[in-house]
């Protein structure tokens, strides 16, 4: 059986949950959002570069993990494609992510 970690928030947002996620993430294949929307930014720094996510799950910084953006995720399509632009031009491999296509946008 595999194991599977859920992170949830039970304040307002901002209790920690992405440093926890990049805590975890190098103990699985994937890392999934379910539910929300555009955070206010998880800042993380990858080999000396800052970066601010909002839409896109961190686990795009480790190595080989599968990327999911789940239905319960409300996307905005604009900030969304300007995340993902930067990243690629940064390098990163955006092509182990997907988000679901009943999410709502």
């Known amino acids: 059986m595999k194991k599977v970690d859920v992170i949830l928030g039970l304040q307002w947002g ?3 949950k ?3 996620v990049d805590v975890l993430t190098p103990r699985y294949e994937v890392v999934a959002r379910f539910q929300g929307g555009p955070n206010a930014g998880h800042t ?5 570069e800052k970066y601010v996510l909002r839409s896109i799950p961190s686990g795009i910084f480790q190595g080989g993990k599968t990327n999911i953006i789940g239905n319960g995720v409300v996307l905005d399509a604009v900030l969304f494609r300007e995340e993902a632009e ?4 940064s390098g990163h491999d955006l092509t182990r992510s997907s988000a679901s296509r009943r999410r709502p946008t």
Do not use: I, P, T
Not at 86 to 89: D, F, M, N, V, W
């Open 14 to 16: 901002d209790e920690g």
């Open 18 to 20: 992405g440093k926890v």
């Open 44 to 48: 993380l720094e990858f080999g000396g």
């Open 86 to 89: 930067a990243l690629a031009a």
